[in-house]
């Protein structure tokens, strides 16, 4: 039977159903990606999207701070499918056209249903259906499908990460996070406090540091940057000599992922040597001269956590000029003119902005229930970090943190659809992967192993994930050079995979 209660709305006139082969959640770089794998692969499956937002991009559209740009290259940040004319890396305002330019070119706006925030997700195995309901301009809306592709991403793009400092109400300037930055806010001759020193902040503080009086990084530990120009010497190269577009785009993300790979075994098998190669490209715009100690040197391994890309070494460019400076220290309270500090050293500020990052949110924080079951994230396992035990006809794009998102977009997206179209030949109206009977006294461990990667927005949350086994098949790895590899090669007839 289908879902009692979508039933019961649609008899108290509160809209129809409407059925789709595949729903895909979410109109960002993966919904938007997954779609168009979805129409050349699965041609003769119909399909929406389902975006809350009003407008497609996601992050990209979300983030309205100063100099918002992608912290990994474009030519892996982008799809597989569609190849990347400009600069490695590019601004919020670049990726938008890109991909603009993809559902023009592909016709998948015809396919987005946008303001539609969905309320739940059930799924029925009497009828082997998802029925996925949600609110559209005040109104309830239904819709069934087949195959549920979550593609919403994996943070709370509405409610920021703050930790709870002291006194934050007897500040008299401005305070904001980040991510809910007023794009019409002046800081031209302000001084500016930005706490934080991960990604953001290394995009948000040159952007300041532009107009404003003196720009101030307080941050609680140091982060590794990778300084490095915005430029690709091998696609400039190749374009000179008139080599065309695709492949210049196959042949550039090649060479990337290549020295990406290299550079992540080398973060473990001779860290030191990297730090002392990072800060060589640091001092390429910083000067012979400049001091790590105390707030440049990290206590972790480079890579444990991600590693903020600077291209042209705009930050330290600004340190060089005296625009910028860096605090190490903890936060005591706020004051009435700013922050002071653990040691006691008060920064004074006409605005603070907070780089603190974000809460996570596993599967869009909608809840999600099996024949009338409500799920707990934490009880299932994962398969691969993509699908997930008890749970029928559904996979979550979680891409990748050492490499770009996207490359696992394209990844799941051939996935996907191998699967849906197997299932077709199989007959098959449900699968569902289950553990083999070797793994039944697997451990159940976190989402990730901390050694590997242990970022504070993943660790503050871990409990709130599925969990992971001790076998590839059972974790999410996060290494794409593996996976590449063995992705397009598991066997869909394995004993993990259960059909009906």
Request: charged share 25%.
């Amino acid at each position: 039977m289908a879902d009692v209660d979508s039933l019961q709305r649609v008899a108290a006139g509160q809209g129809s159903v409407e059925h789709f082969d595949v729903l895909i959640v979410g109109a960002g770089i993966s919904g938007i990606g997954s779609a168009y794998h979805l129409q050349e692969q699965c041609p003769q499956k119909s399909y929406a999207i389902l975006e809350a937002k009003d407008t497609f991009g996601g992050t990209w559209e979300t983030h309205k701070y100063p100099g918002v740009r992608s912290d990994s290259d474009l030519y892996t940040f982008g799809y597989r499918f569609k190849p990347w004319i400009g600069a490695p890396i590019a601004s919020a305002e670049e990726i938008l056209k890109y991909m603009g330019e993809v559902i023009d070119e592909n016709g998948i706006g015809d396919h987005i249903r946008y303001g539609h925030t969905i309320t739940r997700c059930s799924w029925s195995s009497a009828d082997n259906l998802w029925t996925v309901e949600a609110i559209a301009n005040g109104s309830h809306k239904s819709f069934t499908c087949n195959f549920l592709w979550m593609c919403q991403g994996y943070y709370d793009h509405n409610r920021p990460y703050l930790p709870e400092w002291k006194g934050v109400e007897d500040y008299k300037g401005l305070f904001v996070h980040a991510m809910k930055w007023d794009p019409a806010t002046d800081v031209t001759g302000k001084r500016v406090l930005v706490i934080g020193s991960g990604a953001t902040a290394a995009t948000v503080i040159p952007a300041f540091a532009e107009k404003a009086a003196h720009v101030t990084m307080l941050q609680r530990s140091p982060t590794y940057f990778f300084c490095s120009p915005n430029a690709n010497e091998l696609a400039d190269r190749l374009r000179q000599i008139g080599i065309d577009e695709p492949t210049i785009h196959r042949v550039v993300r090649a060479q990337i992922m290549f020295d990406q790979d290299v550079i992540t075994q080398r973060c473990l098998t001779e860290p030191d040597v990297v730090v002392e190669e990072l800060r060589a490209l640091i001092r390429a715009y910083a000067g012979d001269d400049f001091e790590f100690e105390p707030h440049f040197a990290p206590k972790y391994r480079p890579w444990q956590q991600r590693l903020a890309f600077v291209p042209d070494g705009d930050i330290f460019q600004a340190i060089a000029a005296g625009k910028v400076s860096a605090v190490t220290d903890t936060i005591d309270r706020f004051t009435e003119k700013g922050v002071r500090t653990a040691s006691g050293e008060e920064l004074e500020a006409d605005i603070i902005v907070a780089t603190t990052g974000f809460n996570l949110s596993v599967l869009g924080d909608i809840p999600f229930a099996v024949d009338g079951k409500p799920i707990d994230w934490p009880d299932t396992t994962t398969y691969r970090g993509m699908m997930f035990t008890g749970v029928p006809n559904m996979l979550w794009v979680f891409g990748y943190f050492r490499a770009s998102w996207t490359l696992r977009v394209d990844m799941l997206g051939d996935f996907v659809c191998r699967l849906l179209n197997h299932m077709d030949a199989k007959g098959a109206k449900r699968v569902e992967v289950r553990f083999r009977p070797e793994d039944h006294n697997m451990p159940r461990l976190p989402w990730i192993e901390g050694e590997n990667f242990n970022p504070n927005y993943l660790m503050r949350d871990l409990d709130k994930m599925p969990r992971r086994g001790d076998k590839v098949e059972w974790q999410h790895n996060q290494d794409y050079w593996r996976e590449k590899d063995e992705v397009p090669k598991i066997d869909l007839d394995g004993a993990e995979f259960a059909y009906s």
